[in-house]
């Protein structure tokens, strides 16, 4: 048996264990593994001096960025937030053992569905040290056995946290197993075979990344390839507004997956808007990139080709269209956006109408800044990821991302032919004042 | 272009528009297609005469069995009832445009998670004339567009209802094209390449089949390759009760999904409750096949083997096995069960939870037929589909299987830099008791 494959058993028979772990040792475990990170900082300082070592060799051979290198490193402020965060999570409500349907099926048979952890997850993601204890805590919270993988530049960083968050657990109560991680893409490869051991895949990183997992296992995949997300300024929009939505989606973080790439604007305020909003961007550095009719008003700029409309700066670039009408606007976001995250700055109650209604995107905003679509902001708690699918969950999704149902049904030897024929008992389908969790 | 990309191109288009489609118009279309059901009757039924005359040739060549000829053949009753179901459908509640989240993030910042359609559905289904009209009614209730897919022997029905319905609710304001059918396994196969088109698959079929579209996709499939329903004797088990489930639950109907195929007896109660429930089986045609230990109490059955564990008989047969205690039961069922439904009988609350909180399927029972999951049972209205997967929706699934959410942000041109520094605004976070529906 392959070593990946040796673990997923193992997480698989953990998680069918940790399901039935009550709320309370779930809980003292994640607090124990809070209090161990602090204890341990000096050693987690010390794995992550290697990776930053090892990082800056590569940074200097411009392999990667500098703000790659920011990331990976670790201080001990850094460290106490990570131990923050992992505190936090022992602290959130619990999402499983919810009942959210009971119905009296018939007299002394009653159905409950219930909240439960979906099984083993399994999380691939970047070169960040901070990934690892949040994803983990996550699962564990939700009773979710896991899988991981990190970026092999935070490797020694990941195994410190690894060992002491399994270490933790494992002496708190936690079922032998329920953490796993693999290293190297070979493992991955022989990961994303697993799919009767693994229910769910949270994979981050690029676009690229992305695609190559949902093109290469039956697993389904939570999360998305990337944000192509829009602001449209109608002609009815308050022109402030568009000028700090329309700044605020682009520069204050534009290497994220919520900030814009796209202006959309309304011919009739196009003459007005764009001078000004052009005069901020050029001033923050912003490369703009516009259709025919743009440069007609910002003859200076860059001209947009369709290779535009489809592309995910992650930097300090925009394309800019001017448009003839909502409808347009909607056109042209549900054939070139990427499901995420669009916004139209308007007065308008029926334009506004048209354009939430009629994006097709998991957040479509008003008046908002898209920068504004995040598990925390939205009062998720916590963030598993953003879906940019439709099925489970959309979104940014908090920890009902890694909760599913089960449904139980109570008899006294109920027999479904006793329902069938012309003597056939009806069933009363009254709901049920009931909790499971009562029973 | 080829065919079935431009008829799924269609119905992406139809699908952004059917989303905004008024529930009053759904459903008054709804009622028109149940009207013009029992109207062209004549025609269904002579399209329908066409079908069993060509199955009759093929069960004489013994190529389909007479339960599907049966299934196939369609009469003044049976139209009724489809054109009842297809009413019954309309007078449901809607499932779109509910509010689930609402939220203050800050003062004029509103957040709404709304329930809305997933797009465009998949349905490929096996020849039986009932499934058309209804997984397209449910389609249309939830708004979303469809592309349909039936078994080659009921074609003539199928082109009869996709006529009639298409034509209807086109003529009732739902958008051209929101409905499509496709025949042949070529186009199938092209179908399931087109995962920027189709949200979801609802397959229906042999284990092979849904096996196979499983393999060959991308898209999410919604479903269950097989039904292995196990029944458990516990030691503490009511004998009446335990004759009862296990009876129904093999004989009631065999041929369907949540039958059951296991009998797990515990050895304290195997001696007394085995000879009784073998005569009864004996009497209804029941082939058993035992393990050593079964065998010793029940010598005359046959023996069965590891692949019997793995099987789903969908007839008359049934393996059965002594276990030792309830945990070898769970462990049974967890290792050889599909995950669809499993029940315990026995008097003793500890042991049930054990068994109710250890079995990893999607209904797990106490004291009752596992025959009894069933959407129209566990009073969801309608079922979609049983689904074995944890992602998305797991068990019966009603019309929530075809809905997902999506998320409005609605503010006053709020830009997160006001949230980021020294001086960052505050989240409020607070529950918002409005709805979006009176926006």
């Not at 994220?256 to 808007?273: M, Q």
């Not at 920068?371 to 699918?389: C, H, K, N, Q, W």
């Given at each position: 048996m392959?070593k990946?494959?040796?673990?997923?058993r193992?997480?698989?028979?953990?998680s069918l264990?940790l399901?039935?772990v009550p709320?309370?040792?779930?809980?003292s475990?994640?607090?124990q593994?809070?209090?161990?990170?602090?204890k341990?900082?000096?050693?987690?300082?010390?794995a992550?001096?290697?990776?930053v070592?090892?990082?800056?060799?590569?940074?200097k051979?411009?392999?990667i960025s500098?703000?790659?290198l920011?990331?990976?490193?670790?201080n001990?402020?850094?460290?106490g937030?990570?131990?923050r965060m992992v505190?936090?999570?022992?602290?959130?409500?619990?999402?499983?053992?919810?009942?959210?349907?009971?119905?009296q099926m018939?007299?002394?048979?009653?159905?409950y569905?219930?909240?439960c952890?979906?099984?083993?997850?399994?999380?691939?993601?970047?070169?960040?040290p901070?990934?690892?204890?949040q994803?983990?805590?996550l699962?564990?919270?939700s009773a979710?056995?896991?899988?991981?993988?990190g970026?092999?530049?935070?490797k020694?960083?990941n195994r410190?946290?690894y060992?002491?968050?399994?270490r933790?657990?494992?002496?708190?109560?936690?079922p032998?197993?329920?953490?796993q991680?693999?290293e190297?893409?070979?493992?991955v490869k022989?990961?994303?075979?697993?799919?009767?051991?693994?229910?769910l895949?949270?994979p981050?990183g690029s676009?690229?990344?992305?695609?190559?997992i949902?093109e290469n296992t039956?697993?389904p995949?939570?999360?998305?390839a990337e944000?192509i997300?829009?602001?449209?300024?109608d002609a009815h929009?308050d022109?402030?507004?568009?000028?700090?939505?329309s700044?605020?989606?682009k520069?204050?973080?534009?290497?994220?997956?919520?900030?814009a790439e796209?202006l959309?604007?309304?011919?009739?305020?196009a003459?007005?808007?764009?001078?000004?909003?052009?005069?901020?961007?050029r001033?923050?550095?912003?490369e703009m990139?516009?259709d025919?009719?743009?440069?007609?008003?910002?003859?200076?700029?860059?001209?947009?080709t369709?290779?535009?409309?489809?592309?995910?700066?992650l930097?300090?670039?925009?394309?800019?269209k001017?448009?003839?009408?909502v409808?347009?606007?909607?056109?042209h976001?549900?054939?070139?956006?990427?499901?995420?995250?669009d916004?139209?700055?308007t007065?308008?109650?029926?334009?506004?109408?048209?354009?939430?209604?009629?994006?097709?995107?998991s957040?479509v905003m008003l008046n908002?800044?898209t920068?504004?679509?995040d598990g925390?902001?939205?009062?998720?708690?916590?963030?598993?990821?953003?879906?940019?699918?439709k099925?489970h969950a959309?979104g940014?999704v908090g920890l009902?991302?890694?909760?599913?149902?089960?449904?139980y049904?109570?008899g006294?030897g109920?027999?479904?032919?006793?329902y069938?024929g012309?003597?056939?008992?009806?069933?009363?389908h009254?709901?049920l004042?009931?909790?499971?969790s009562?029973?």
């Amino acid at each position: 048996m392959s070593k990946v494959l040796a673990k997923a058993r193992e997480a698989r028979e953990a998680s069918l264990k940790l399901a039935n772990v009550p709320e309370k040792t779930r809980n003292s475990a994640l607090a124990q593994v809070a209090i161990s990170i602090v204890k341990n900082k000096g050693k987690i300082l010390e794995a992550n001096a290697k990776d930053v070592q090892a990082a800056e060799l590569l940074h200097k051979q411009k392999k990667i960025s500098w703000s790659f290198l920011q990331r990976l490193k670790l201080n001990e402020d850094k460290v106490g937030n990570i131990s923050r965060m992992v505190g936090s999570v022992a602290k959130m409500e619990d999402s499983i053992g919810k009942t959210v349907y009971a119905l009296q099926m018939n007299d002394g048979l009653e159905l409950y569905k219930v909240t439960c952890p979906i099984g083993v997850i399994g999380s691939v993601f970047e070169a960040r040290p901070d990934v690892l204890p949040q994803v983990s805590s996550l699962c564990l919270k939700s009773a979710n056995a896991i899988i991981l993988k990190g970026g092999s530049e935070a490797k020694n960083t990941n195994r410190a946290f690894y060992g002491l968050i399994r270490r933790e657990t494992e002496n708190a109560g936690i079922p032998n197993g329920w953490i796993q991680m693999i290293e190297g893409r070979e493992e991955v490869k022989e990961l994303l075979k697993l799919s009767d051991k693994i229910d769910l895949l949270l994979p981050r990183g690029s676009k690229e990344f992305i695609t190559y997992i949902q093109e290469n296992t039956r697993i389904p995949v939570l999360g998305h390839a990337e944000g192509i997300c829009h602001v449209y300024v109608d002609a009815h929009a308050d022109l402030k507004q568009a000028i700090d939505v329309s700044y605020d989606a682009k520069v204050q973080y534009p290497a994220v997956c919520n900030a814009a790439e796209t202006l959309l604007v309304h011919s009739n305020i196009a003459a007005e808007f764009l001078p000004k909003i052009a005069e901020m961007y050029r001033k923050a550095g912003v490369e703009m990139r516009g259709d025919e009719k743009t440069m007609k008003i910002l003859p200076w700029i860059k001209r947009a080709t369709e290779a535009d409309w489809k592309t995910e700066y992650l930097d300090l670039i925009i394309s800019i269209k001017i448009v003839g009408s909502v409808d347009e606007a909607v056109d042209h976001v549900n054939k070139y956006g990427s499901k995420h995250t669009d916004s139209i700055i308007t007065n308008d109650r029926k334009t506004a109408m048209r354009f939430l209604t009629g994006v097709d995107s998991s957040s479509v905003m008003l008046n908002a800044s898209t920068r504004f679509s995040d598990g925390y902001r939205y009062g998720l708690g916590a963030e598993v990821g953003i879906s940019t699918g439709k099925i489970h969950a959309r979104g940014p999704v908090g920890l009902e991302g890694l909760t599913t149902t089960k449904y139980y049904v109570i008899g006294k030897g109920h027999k479904v032919a006793d329902y069938i024929g012309p003597k056939a008992k009806m069933f009363t389908h009254k709901p049920l004042h009931k909790k499971w969790s009562e029973k």
